[in-house]
C-alpha cells in the first residue's frame, strides 16, 4: 500500500521560501511508471496543480505556467522522498499543499494523496 | 485553459437515495475526464478516472458516464460515508485542472 507522508513549516513569511518534503512508502521515487505531483488547494483558487517530478531514465519536471518562475521540485532517491519549494512567497500563496502519486493515463490521476499540510504566508 | 463546472453546487439528499452530479467542460476533454472525493480535513481520494473505469477499492455503487463536455457521476444507493464533496478534474489539455465541487449533503 502507497503511503505518502508530508512534512514543513505551516507558516512562510511574506517573500521568503516554502519547503515541503514528502517521504514515499510502498513506492519508489525513481519508478519509470508513476510521476510525483503537487497540488495546492485554497478557497480562492480551488484546487490547483503545481508541478510533477518523474523518472523515465533521466529526471523530467513539468510545472504550472502560474508558478513556473518560482517553482522547483526535486527528487530524493536516498530518503525515497521528494520536495517542492516555492519562492517569493506572498499571501496568495496561502492553501493546504497536497503531495500525490500521478499514475494511470498520462500519470495524470492522483493516489494517493499525502495528508495536506496548512501553509500560512504571514508576516 | 479547460474550464470545469460541476452542478449543482450542493445536493441533498438522503441515505439510500440516488444521487446524480454532473461536470461540464468549456471544451471536449474527450473521455479524459475523473472524479474525487474529498471529506473534511482529509485529502482527495481517486473514484474515476477515464470518465468511467473505477479506481482501486472503489465500490460499485459509484459509476462515472459522458464523453466531449458532459460528464456525470452517479452514487447509485448513498451510504453514510458518501455524505462528502466531489471535484471532477480533466487530464485532456495542460494545464490540468478542476471543478469547483458538488457537496453532497444529508437532507
Known amino acids: 500500500q502507497v503511503q505518502l507522508q508530508q512534512s514543513g513549516p505551516g507558516l512562510v513569511k511574506p517573500s521568503q521560501t516554502l519547503s515541503l518534503t514528502c517521504a514515499i512508502s510502498?513506492?519508489?521515487?525513481?519508478?519509470?511508471?508513476?510521476?510525483w505531483n503537487w497540488i495546492r488547494q485554497s478557497p480562492s483558487r480551488g484546487l490547483e496543480w503545481l508541478g510533477r517530478?518523474?523518472?523515465?531514465?533521466?529526471?523530467?519536471?513539468d510545472y504550472a505556467v502560474s508558478v513556473k518562475s518560482r517553482i522547483t521540485i526535486n527528487p530524493d532517491t536516498s530518503n525515497n522522498q521528494f520536495s517542492l519549494q516555492l519562492n517569493s512567497v506572498t499571501p496568495e500563496d496561502t492553501a493546504v499543499y497536497y503531495c500525490?502519486?500521478?499514475?494511470?493515463?498520462?500519470?495524470?490521476?492522483?493516489?494517493?494523496w499525502g495528508q495536506g499540510t496548512l501553509v500560512t504566508v504571514s508576516s | 485553459e479547460i474550464v470545469l463546472t460541476q452542478s449543482p453546487a450542493t445536493l441533498s439528499l438522503s441515505p439510500g437515495e440516488r444521487a446524480t452530479l454532473s461536470c461540464r467542460a468549456s471544451?471536449?476533454?474527450?473521455?479524459?475526464l475523473g472524479w474525487y472525493q474529498q471529506k473534511p480535513g482529509q485529502a482527495p481520494r481517486l473514484l474515476i478516472y477515464?470518465?468511467?473505469n473505477r479506481a482501486t477499492g472503489i465500490p460499485a455503487r459509484f459509476s462515472g458516464s459522458g464523453s466531449g463536455t458532459d460528464f456525470t457521476l452517479t452514487i447509485s444507493s448513498l451510504e453514510p460515508e458518501d455524505f462528502a464533496v466531489y471535484y471532477c478534474?480533466?487530464?485532456?489539455?495542460?494545464?490540468?485542472?478542476f471543478g469547483g465541487g458538488t457537496k453532497v449533503e444529508i437532507k
Open positions: 500525490a502519486r500521478g499514475i494511470f493515463g498520462g500519470l495524470n490521476w492522483f493516489a494517493p
Open positions: 510502498g513506492d519508489s521515487v525513481s519508478s519509470n511508471s508513476v510521476a
Open positions: 517530478t518523474y523518472y523515465r531514465s533521466k529526471w523530467y519536471n
Open positions: 471544451q471536449s476533454v474527450s473521455s479524459y
Open positions: 477515464e470518465a468511467s
Open positions: 478534474q480533466q487530464r485532456s489539455n495542460w494545464p490540468l485542472t
